[in-house]
């Protein structure tokens, strides 16, 4: 099992910048990627920014390329989401997710509101 803890959300103007981070417990040995997805009201959850282990190169959604940043920092088990430049369009419940061979975990999701 592995428990993912969200923090950093809040609300923001638009053009500001926010920091999301997800900190990772439990069977982390066994995680082969984390990243980030995002669930805006009445839309379908969707992919943000993942990245593999040993240090392949992140993938991000077209609509935030050259804006948002993944990171990973081991040795703390954690993966950092830096957004610049935010967009109303960027509003969501982000989610932390871990992923394994077998099946992925979930964080509890943490609010993200940027104001025009």
């Known amino acids: 099992q592995v428990q993912l803890v969200e923090s950093g959300g809040g609300l923001v103007q638009a053009g500001g910048s926010l920091r999301l981070s997800c900190a990772a417990s439990?069977?982390?040995?066994?995680?082969?990627?984390m990243g980030w997805y995002r669930q805006a009201a009445g839309k379908q959850r969707e992919l943000v920014a993942v990245?593999?282990?040993?240090?392949?190169?992140?993938t991000y959604a077209d609509s935030v390329k050259g804006r948002f940043t993944v990171s990973r920092d081991n040795a703390k088990n954690t993966v950092l989401l830096q957004m610049n430049s935010l967009k109303p369009e960027d509003t969501a419940v982000y989610y932390c997710?871990?992923?394994?061979?077998?099946?992925?975990?979930w964080g509890q999701g943490t609010q993200v509101t940027v104001s025009s």
């Open positions: 997710n871990a992923q394994n061979a077998l099946r992925g975990y």
């Open positions: 439990g069977s982390i040995f066994r995680i082969t990627a």
């Open positions: 990245i593999p282990n040993g240090g392949n190169a992140a």
